[in-house]
């Protein structure tokens, strides 16, 4: 009985280093790609969606240009490179702020009366 428990603490502890192991190994290795936010203007309102604040906008500033630079220049899509870091960072924010909506579809918001989808790549 007590090798049993002492076998199942032994695999749990060797997966929290394996796992912590695969975390590190991750993060070195994301930096090596090129991130891209982008954000595309929908013409129709998305199945779900959040309502992108000024809070937001202040957070992350690049959301903001990236919107600016598509509602001066008439566009429908605008993307722009950031670092790893700062991409993974944003949209973790974008994903937990539209599971507040308990749906998945996407990350999709409202914001200045127009939807718009937000994305992030890596290359």
């Known amino acids: 009985m007590t090798s049993n428990v002492l076998m199942k603490i032994s695999i749990a502890c060797i997966l929290i280093i394996a796992t912590s192991f695969f975390a590190i190994y ?12 982008s954000i595309e203007k929908l013409t129709s309102p998305p199945p779900c969606y959040f309502n992108l604040t000024e809070e937001d906008i202040s957070k992350y500033p690049i959301i903001g240009e ?8 008439n566009r429908t899509y605008f993307g722009k490179e950031v670092s790893s870091k700062e991409g993974i960072e944003i949209y973790e924010y974008m994903l937990e702020r539209i599971n507040e909506t308990e749906e998945n579809c996407g990350i999709c918001f ?13 290359t």
């Open 66 to 73: 990236i919107i600016e630079k598509i509602e001066k220049e």
């Open 26 to 37: 991750l993060t070195h290795y994301m930096q090596g790609f090129v991130t891209y936010v």
């Open 110 to 122: 409202f914001y200045k009366d127009h939807y718009y989808r937000f994305r992030l790549g890596a």
